[in-house]
């Protein structure tokens, strides 16, 4: 009788052990992604004004790193930067990595991973089982988090944003552990580094009819601030902008990326 | 029916851009990505010599050495598409012959015909030899609606020989690869259109871009001579 109940309060114990053990594990496996709500997004340009309709989606919560790319390399050679084909990659490809396979005193682990162009971000994403975000979702996820109940961008973002973009490069070195999340549980989507989308090229795609009636211009240039649906989002301008001066092949110190997936 | 239009702005953006932050990207123009000029040939990056070829054993095994990809060739995309017979068909199989690429989608009613066209008195416009080596390939923008049936009901319609026409459906990832490599630049529309670079895209035998023409109804005499000495090799 005594032995057993030193046998239930000892496996007990030891089951609290595993458990303990164990769920760090589990969380930083759960944890990884966040799910972003379905919902209405209005492009910050004035497009016919509709909003488009979001389904919910996963994304990552933080930007992909150098540790995590590094271990995709080692686990797909052919996307070494001495193997990735320059149709693929242009020729800054991880250049601030020590070495083929090491990340470098330039390339901390916990750092968001750049210098990857659009075909090495979706390769790592599709390796995964995932998939970069398109733009309207990236700008979805990156807005929610940081309007106030009238869905504008509130005040300390809108200057936590401009902040950070004019900070440059200097944005990536910071560990991506050491930025406090948005509501949505996102880490860094405006703090870090640029981020790749899946459709960067969308927004200089334009019709020759927006052409004739001037509004090509009002994507880009400065008077389309008098027309946008939130004058104040002005970073919003910045990564369009930015992104449409990509080409998929480019790989440049400040841009990085993190993964989407759909909700089965 | 709605035609691309790279805006000035655009160009002004890459300054813009790169003005924000202070860095530029980084690498050359490759060959695939050079900004489409109405007419641009591109001679040097066909005839490079390739240092990366002999890394890509992994995904070309299949390959002997003597016979592996250039660096720049975009035989190294891997997807999986379906012609309008319904066979599976690699990008690879146009090795061996030059071809003639365009993206497009059936249900569009103006700019693509003339696309068409295009490619065809680009291929008329060829000397004999190289034209009946030419493959055509059209592939569309268009998944969800271009099924391999709808492409070969479309094939009929305009009366493309499907002996040298090959029409193929992807899928979407494939078909954004595919354009991204090309520079073909593409958009869906609200109302399920697409708003989409006019572009002809050469490979010379081993999948490399070695001629573009873009804009619609250009003449193409210029155009085929200059094919000629770049594909004719």
Redesign the interface.
């Known amino acids: 009788m005594r032995t057993s109940a030193i046998h239930i309060i000892a496996t007990a114990i030891m089951l609290l052990g595993l458990l303990q053990a164990a769920a760090p594990e589990a969380r930083a496996e759960t944890d990884d992604m966040v799910t972003v709500p379905a919902g209405d997004f209005l492009p910050f340009y004035a497009d016919g004004n509709s909003a488009q309709s979001v389904p919910a989606f996963r994304l990552d919560r933080y930007p992909v790193t150098n540790a995590q790319f590094l271990a995709f390399i080692q686990a797909t050679p052919r996307w070494r930067r001495d193997a990735a084909p320059p149709i693929f990659v242009d020729k800054g490809y991880l250049r601030q990595w020590g070495s083929e396979t090491q990340l470098g005193s330039e390339a901390p682990a916990n750092h968001p991973v750049t210098r990857v162009s659009w075909f090495a971000a979706r390769a790592y994403c599709r390796a995964q089982g995932k998939r970069l975000p398109t733009q309207t979702e990236w700008e979805y996820a990156g807005r929610w988090g940081n309007t106030s109940a009238d869905g504008l961008l509130t005040a300390e973002a809108v200057e936590r944003q401009i902040r950070n973009y004019a900070n440059g490069s200097r944005r990536v070195e910071k560990d991506v552990t050491t930025i406090a999340p948005d509501k949505l549980g996102l880490v860094g989507m405006h703090e870090l580094v640029w981020e790749w989308v899946e459709d960067f090229e969308a927004s200089s795609v334009v019709g020759g009819d927006r052409g004739k009636d001037g509004k090509t211009e009002a994507l880009f240039c400065g008077g389309a601030v008098l027309a946008a649906t939130d004058s104040r989002d002005y970073a919003a301008f910045m990564r369009y902008a930015f992104r449409s001066s990509l080409q998929p092949t480019h790989t440049l110190p400040s841009l990085g990326f993190r993964c989407a997936a759909d909700i089965q | 029916m709605?035609?691309?239009?790279?805006?000035a702005?655009?160009a002004?953006?890459?300054l813009?851009?790169?003005a924000?932050?202070?860095?530029t990207?980084?690498?050359?123009?490759?060959a695939?990505?050079v900004t489409p000029a109405t007419r641009t040939t591109i001679p040097t990056e066909a005839t490079r010599g390739?240092a990366?070829?002999h890394?890509?054993q992994?995904?070309h095994a299949a390959l002997p050495a003597a016979q592996a990809?250039a660096?720049?060739?975009?035989f190294?995309l891997t997807g999986t598409w379906q012609t309008q017979g319904g066979s599976p068909f690699s990008l690879s199989d146009l090795r061996g012959k030059p071809a003639i690429v365009v993206m497009l989608y059936t249900s569009c009613t103006t700019a693509c015909p003339l696309l068409i066209n295009d490619a065809r008195r680009l291929e008329q416009a060829l000397p004999e030899d190289l034209r009946g080596d030419m493959q055509i390939v059209l592939a569309s923008i268009d998944p969800q609606v271009d099924t391999p049936e709808r492409l070969a009901e479309f094939a009929g319609k305009m009366r493309l020989d499907t002996d040298r026409w090959t029409l193929l459906h992807g899928q979407s990832?494939d078909v954004?690869?595919l354009a991204?490599?090309l520079g073909v630049?593409?958009?869906r529309?609200?109302d399920g259109s697409y708003?989409?670079?006019n572009l002809i895209t050469v490979l010379d035998a081993e999948g490399r871009i070695v001629h573009r023409v873009e804009g619609l109804s250009k003449p193409m005499e210029a155009e085929a001579a200059a094919i000629a000495g770049l594909v004719g090799n």
């Open positions: 709605k035609t691309l239009i790279l805006p702005a655009a002004t953006l890459l813009f851009g790169a924000c932050k202070g860095e990207p980084s690498g050359g123009s490759h695939a990505h390739d990366h070829a890394h890509h992994g995904e990809l660096g720049n060739s975009i190294h990832g954004r690869e991204a490599v630049q593409y958009r529309n609200a708003t989409h670079s």
